[in-house]
């Protein structure tokens, strides 16, 4: 059996051929076929592959550190693709299929890429019927021919027999290509789609995502399954993949139509996912419980507070518990001791409803979890309470596509609820006040050298992106000469060393009264509602705080309340009163919300928010779109305050 340990390389060719001569025949990659089935490739065919469409990409006169387009969604071609891209040492440009054409054109256009891979035919004759805009664009290579190829394109099978008749006739460019590619050089130029403003493009370099293979802490080996449902084009999924590559672990494509199914067939080890998952795996199984027998219901309620307790006893007797304050000593050693009681009290009825109940309940999620790691938002406390109870760790991450993405990760040693967890090796966080430009962590003239001061993040690593690709101005705003990323996102460092995020000052509200409101803490903790499926937290130079609400049509189904659309749903009275009960328990449970922080009106929409328009592909509110789509609605709710 290969080495368990993984891969050092110094950059992504490398790792991908020293994979294939360590892993040979084990399964890189595996698909879903149908009734089940899953179709492996392993990592030997996936490099030959891959340096075959290196060869033809170089015989379509791809150049080194040319960037080349990826437009596809999840799918092990994408996979291939970027093998050809990364083995002829030009730079994978990529994004989803859900872009719309002036991205699409600002995208092609602005990297000037000449060849560009695309997922299916509609993609690609979307592409040809704009070539008056995308004048550079000289070739595209179909990933999927299923549907037959139209003219001026070829397939992906196409170009590895132009490689392969490269290679048959001695040619060695691609291994030389390969061979020259050098730490600093591009290996992705992403262009975010982001919550604000134009597409912007970021350059990472080799370097960068090497750092995250040698420095992320998490445990794999060949054994493992590592289930993928992220967008691949987004840089977290993306390294993840990777980072599967580098242990010899294998990457099942999944979807959120087949996701449950999945978890049963495949019982992956390790996933990443976003808070949006959780989310619903959360409602699902509480819709299973509340449909359950009363004496089902009844044990797993009695096996989720008896889990709930027993986790929270060894967070303290492990010092994982959010420490937002210094403690003396002789407190925390009290505290300890009270908790330790706690946990032998327990013990044996933990034991027992572990085996009993929380067993069937882990089986949803596959069974088999050594851990996931949520990012691309922040995840939920309730959502995050919830799964650890029942003992499947979440360990929430932070990063940005800037920062290739990880620089704080929770781990099973370190899992601090309400934080990221600490800083990984080799990256340095400090706090900044926004308006002062004051260092207030590290600092050693505040008490706990900052800890606990809220202000800017700002990271230095060797995961910081190279900066924007022909934007200096908007690089020289964000990374200083001294290599510090300003985040734009609000957070403080804990008295047990980790990183919590306390919202993105992009996002913060400014109420008239000159107070300033995270929304998403007040969107997290509305969605815990299973009424609630989307919601945006709005009251910019407002009095109070407002919600745009898409409530949930199979929720009120269950509770009797039938209705075809959202549309016709909304105009139901009894509706609006539901919503409005659950805001007002919402806002009542929080403790830490503040007066002026408290829901006072809603709207309800007729429409959810969909990937591509409201939301980004991880979920995350444009603002932005949803205050210019709906300011018709928001003004409505404002009328009375602004006449």
Known sequence: MPNSSRIHARNLAELYRLAAERFETLPAFATRQRGGVWKPVSFRELYDRGRRIGAGLIDLGVEAREPVGLFSDNRVEWMLADYGIQLAAAVNCPRGIDLTDEELVHIVNHSGMKVAFVESRGMAERCLRMRDRLPALAQLVLLDDGKGIPDGVISLEGLAQRGQARLDAGDADVDARAASIDAGDLFTLIYTSGTTGKPKGVMLTHANMMSQVDHVPIQLNCTDRVLSILPIWHIFE??????????????????????????????????????????SLHHRILNGVRQAHPVRRGLFHIGLFLGTHYREALFVLRDNDLRLEPVHSLKAALRKLRYALQWLVLLPWYGFFNAAVLESVRLKAGGSLKGTISGGGALPPAIDRFFNAIGIPVLEGYGLTETTPVVAVRTPENLVRGTVGPMIPQTEVRIVDFDSGELLYPNAGHPGEGRGLRGEIQLRGPQIMKGYYKDSETTAAVLSDDGWFRTGDIGMVTYNDCLKILGRRKATLVLRNGENVEPEPIEMRLKLSRFIDQCAAVGQDEKFVGALIVPDLEAFRDEGIEAETLEALNRLPEVRQKIQKEIRAAMADAADFKRYEVVKDFRLLDKPFEVGEEVTNLFKLKRHVIHERYADVIAGMYSKERA
């Open 238 to 279: 993306r390294m993840f993949e990777v980072f599967a590559i580098s242990h010899g672990a294998c990457n099942y494509y999944t979807s959120a139509r087949t996701l449950g199914d999945d978890l049963k067939q495949v019982e992956p080890t390790f996933m990443g996912s976003a808070p949006r998952l959780w989310e």
